[in-house]
């Protein structure tokens, strides 16, 4: 499976952006996947995931509220709405996938990343 991250870019704080995941190869479609970020000198964080029917999604505590994950029509693309955006949610934002159901993991595929980043 291969997933071709998209849609960063620089925002002021209050602003908003869609991120997009876009997934290829065998069997992508019925993946569970999943963002998660990284700012400099920080761990990686779990920002949110969706099941391949794009239901019951679960968000990370610090983006509960403003960001909204789902998935296309087509099952195989995923998005990341991302409103009310604060200094604090500049990273890098990676998607993932994996096929196990469980959103917290493992997650055996990743994107190359995109960069957000949200000026005060």
């Known amino acids: 499976v291969q997933l071709q991250a998209s849609g960063g870019g620089l925002v002021q704080a209050g602003g908003s952006l869609r991120l997009s995941c876009a997934a290829s190869?065998?069997?992508?479609?019925?993946?569970?996947m999943a963002w998660f970020r990284q700012a400099p000198g920080k761990e990686r964080e779990f920002v949110a995931a969706?099941?391949?029917?794009?239901?019951?999604?679960v968000y990370g505590d610090s983006v509960k509220g403003r960001f909204t994950i789902s998935r296309g029509n087509r099952k195989s693309t995923m998005y990341l709405q991302l409103n009310n955006l604060v200094p604090e949610d500049t990273a890098v934002y990676y998607c993932?996938?994996?096929?196990?159901?469980?959103?917290?993991?493992?997650?055996?595929?990743w994107g190359q990343g995109t960069q957000v980043t949200v000026s005060s």
């Open positions: 969706v099941n391949w029917g794009g239901v019951n999604p």
């Open positions: 993932a996938a994996q096929s196990s159901g469980d959103y917290r993991g493992p997650y055996g595929y």
């Open positions: 190869g065998h069997s992508a479609s019925s993946y569970t």
